[in-house]
């Protein structure tokens, strides 16, 4: 499927408010079924059959989430990811592929994806999974009537400064770069400083997961927040084998 084929207007009619998904997968009948679907449940959908359409299709329609393929015809979906990435660090990146060995799923992660689904896969699963990630990644419509919103303080723990407003981190003064899933798993333990959080709770109120699931996700990205925290300071985030994950206690003065 090219960029030709990528928009269409079946099922639920897009609001205004809708997101716009690109759908970036080789085989036709799999990019229909995704598409049909999706456009149903209200997303607008443009479609791409290979890394360069995919690039191409980013920078024309700026999607809100690409759901990407790893095996393309003339790349690596992973590479394309990359290139979105630096491009755009608010958009919302799902991996789709067949590719299911741990190692895959850990190097698409990452590469700055927010999420991966293996084939074969279950089409409403991958509605919810979107769903799940936009609701991290991009800031709900603002209300014309509404007065403008207070904005929301700097959070602190310690040396540790997150900006909900600017969406930066800092600590000891020098910054960290977190993509916008990193950044909500930090900002959650922030809030919950004093204690240890379970791993479901971060699976539901992070990642949106209202079922019970086994997923190594949250790992995942506890290990990218050490890896780009610990660097600033002393270690930062404690694990609790068996329960979950919380801050060091503040140090005092």
Known sequence: MSAADSNGS???PNGPGSATVLVVEDEPSIADVLAITLRFHGFSVVCAGSARAA???AHEARPD???LDIALPDGDGRQVCRVLRAERADLAVVFLT????????VRGL???GDDYITKPFNVDEVVARIRAVLRRTRPPGPDPDAPPPPRPPVLRHGDLELDEATYTVRRGGRSADLTPT???LLRHLVRHADRIVPKEQLLRDVWRYEQ???????????SYLRRKLDPLGPPLIRTRRGVGYGLRPVEPA
Do not use: Q
């Open 182 to 184: 990193e950044f909500a």
């Open 65 to 67: 989430a690409v759901l």
């Open 212 to 222: 019970p699931v086994e997923s190594t996700v949250v790992e995942t990205y506890i």
């Open 55 to 57: 690039v191409e299709l």
């Open 110 to 112: 990452a590469l700055g």
């Open 10 to 12: 079946a099922g639920i």
């Open 98 to 105: 067949a590719r299911d060995a741990p190692a895959d799923i």
